[in-house]
């Protein structure tokens, strides 16, 4: 049972456009989202996150939107940069679950020059 | 950002023998730390939750036998992959709970099982 779900394995974008990363989630108790950017045989690297009592939250060209009546949140990089190109993945927090992350399946972002 | 370190971040072993995979919070204490398996292309799966001092818990279908996880001090776990088998394979990821709340990981290590 997938809980946390990113249904595009990839995505290709052209520098400066926006870059959308979308993530659907089935537990309505998760309190906590996180996305985060993967290399190869690298571990994460933690990007951005939002409370479920928020609907957007922030930081430079990252923009993460809730939305909780879909189950549904996304990640905006705008402008995109070919240095953004990684794995991201998006994961969900259960409320007191000790910090336990559960994590979708990943999309591959490639920002060509 | 915290330093979250593994080692060694790449290891071969035969059939049958028995690998530890060493996780340290460099900069920080952590009473929780994650370990995590990922296979190409696919997602981290959360194997087992480590507690400085307590037993792990581990996730649905992990062989508690087979990896073992030891969590001696707030700045160590290990995990220690018994009787290793060429589906072992993988590359092991873990993490470590900052005080902040925020969860920081190590780079990773790749398990080659021949």
């Known amino acids: 049972d997938q809980q946390v779900k990113q249904n595009s394995p990839s995505l290709s974008v052209q520098e400066g456009r926006i870059s959308i990363l979308n993530c659907d989630y089935t537990?309505?108790?998760?309190?906590?989202f996180l996305w985060y950017k993967k290399y190869p045989a690298e571990g994460p690297t933690f990007l951005i996150s939002?409370?479920?009592?928020?609907d957007k939250n922030e930081d430079g060209r990252f923009t993460v939107f809730l939305n909780k009546s879909a189950k549904h949140l996304s990640l905006h990089i705008v402008p995109s940069q070919p240095g953004d190109s990684a794995v991201y993945f998006c994961?969900?927090?259960?409320?007191?679950?000790?910090?336990?992350?559960?994590f979708g399946q990943g999309t591959e972002l490639s920002v060509k020059p | 950002g915290a330093v979250v370190s593994q080692h060694p971040s790449r290891v071969i072993c035969k059939s049958g023998t028995s690998v530890k995979i060493e996780c340290r919070s460099l900069d920080f204490q952590a009473t929780t730390m994650f370990w995590y398996r990922q296979f190409p292309k696919q997602s981290l799966m959360l194997m087992a939750t480590?507690?400085?001092?307590?037993?792990?818990?581990?996730e649905q279908g992990v062989e508690k036998d087979k990896f073992l996880i030891n969590h001696a001090s707030l700045t160590l776990s290990t995990l220690t992959v018994t009787s290793a088998h060429p589906e072992d394979s993988s590359f092991y990821i873990c993490?470590?709970?900052?005080?902040?709340?925020?969860?920081?990981f190590g780079p990773g290590t790749r398990l080659t099982v021949t």
């Open positions: 480590s507690n400085e001092g307590s037993k792990a818990t581990y």
């Open positions: 537990n309505s108790m998760f309190d906590y």
């Open positions: 993490s470590a709970s900052h005080p902040g709340g925020e969860q920081y």
């Open positions: 939002i409370s479920s009592i928020k």
């Open positions: 994961a969900a927090n259960l409320y007191n679950q000790g910090g336990k992350l559960i």
